[in-house]
C-alpha cells in the first residue's frame, strides 16, 4: 500500500484511493497500537528528559505526508478524544531505599489538547535491596519513613513534580508550530495506588527481584493509610488561583477533576485545579 496522492498508473491502489471509512479505521489501529512496555528509572526530572522518554508515536510521521492526510488524522484524534478512546496510563513506582522512582508508559495515544483522563498507577515497593561496596544490603527503616510520610522529597512531592512538568511538555508540543493552541485540558487525572509489595522470601537475590508478592494486609493497610495522607497534606497544601487570572497563563494547563483511588476504587476528589508558576494551584472563583 502507499501512502500517495494519487495518480500515475490508474490500477495501483493508493492509500488516498481506499474509502474514508477504511482509512478512519487504519487511523484508529495505528492511535490505539499497543506500546511496547519499558521501565525507565527517572533521576531527574526536566522537560528535556520527559521529552525524549516519551513513547514513540508512529502517527507522526503520516502527518508530513501530505495536506489531506493531515487533516485527516487530526480529526481522527480530535474524534477519538471526544468519544474518550484518546487517554493516557502510566505506572510509577517508588522502591524503599532507591533514591529515584521507575517509569512505565501503558497508553499514550496521541498529543491531544483535550486529554479525557491520566491514569498514574502508584506502586510501593519495600524492602528492596540496593547493591553496595559489592553486596545487596536492604535498606533502613527510616528511610521508607522518609519516602512515604509527609516531609520534603516524599513520594507525593516527586509524583506532583513529575506531572506538572509532564504536563508543561505536552502543552508545548502542542504548541510548537500552532500559535492557535492556548489550551492543554485534562477532564481527569486518577491518582491510583496499587498494593505494596515485597519480595518473596527466601530466594537468593537478584534472582528474587524477579519475582514480588504483596505485604500482608495488616502491613498494606498501614503503608496506604500513611501514603494517603501524605497525598491529601500535598494536595491541600496547593494554593488558590482567581479565576479572573486565567487569561494571563498562556498556554492554560487544566485539569477538571483530580480524584484519588486505591486499586481503582475513589476515596477522595478535588476540582478545577491548573498549572500556574511551574506548581498546581485550585482555581477560585
Request: with cysteine; hydrophobic share 40%.
Given at each position: 500500500?502507499l ?61 508530513r ?7 485527516e ?34 497508553s ?40 512515604i ?46 498494593t ?88 477560585r472563583?
Amino acid at each position: 500500500m502507499l501512502f500517495d496522492g494519487g495518480g500515475g498508473d490508474d490500477d495501483m491502489v493508493t492509500f488516498l484511493s481506499l474509502p474514508l471509512e477504511v482509512r478512519n479505521r487504519i487511523y484508529d489501529l495505528i492511535l490505539l497500537e499497543a506500546l511496547e512496555p519499558q521501565c525507565r528509572a527517572v533521576m531527574v526530572v526536566s522537560e528535556t528528559y520527559i521529552k525524549h522518554q516519551l513513547p514513540e508515536l508512529p502517527y507522526r510521521g503520516l502527518l508530513r505526508t501530505c495536506r489531506q492526510i493531515h487533516h485527516e488524522l487530526k480529526s481522527a484524534i480530535r474524534h477519538l478524544a471526544a468519544a474518550r478512546h484518546l487517554s493516557y496510563e502510566l505506572d510509577i513506582t517508588f522502591s524503599h531505599g532507591r533514591p529515584y522512582f521507575s517509569l512505565t508508559w501503558i497508553s499514550f495515544p496521541a498529543l491531544s489538547p483535550h486529554v479525557p483522563s491520566i491514569v498514574v498507577n502508584i506502586d510501593l515497593r519495600v524492602r528492596e535491596p540496593f547493591f553496595y561496596e559489592r553486596q545487596f544490603q536492604s535498606p533502613h527503616d527510616h528511610e521508607l519513613a522518609h519516602l512515604i510520610e509527609d516531609a520534603p522529597e516524599s513520594f507525593a512531592e516527586q509524583l506532583f513534580d513529575y506531572i506538572a512538568i509532564l504536563l508543561k511538555t505536552l502543552a508545548n508540543l502542542l504548541a510548537a508550530g500552532n500559535p492557535s493552541f492556548s489550551l492543554l485540558y485534562t477532564e481527569i487525572l486518577i491518582l491510583n495506588f496499587r498494593t505494596p509489595t515485597t519480595l518473596v522470601p527466601g530466594l537468593e537475590v537478584p534472582q528474587a527481584e524477579k519475582r514480588r508478592i504483596k505485604v500482608d494486609r495488616g502491613e498494606a493497610r498501614r503503608l496506604l493509610d500513611t501514603m494517603r495522607n501524605t497525598l491529601k497534606a500535598n494536595a491541600n497544601a496547593f494554593q488558590a488561583f482567581d479565576a479572573n487570572d486565567c487569561g494571563e497563563l498562556s498556554p492554560l494547563i487544566q485539569i477538571g477533576s483530580l480524584k484519588f483511588a486505591t486499586e481503582g476504587a475513589v476515596w477522595g476528589e478535588g476540582h478545577n485545579m491548573i498549572l500556574a508558576h511551574d506548581d498546581f494551584q485550585w482555581l477560585r472563583y
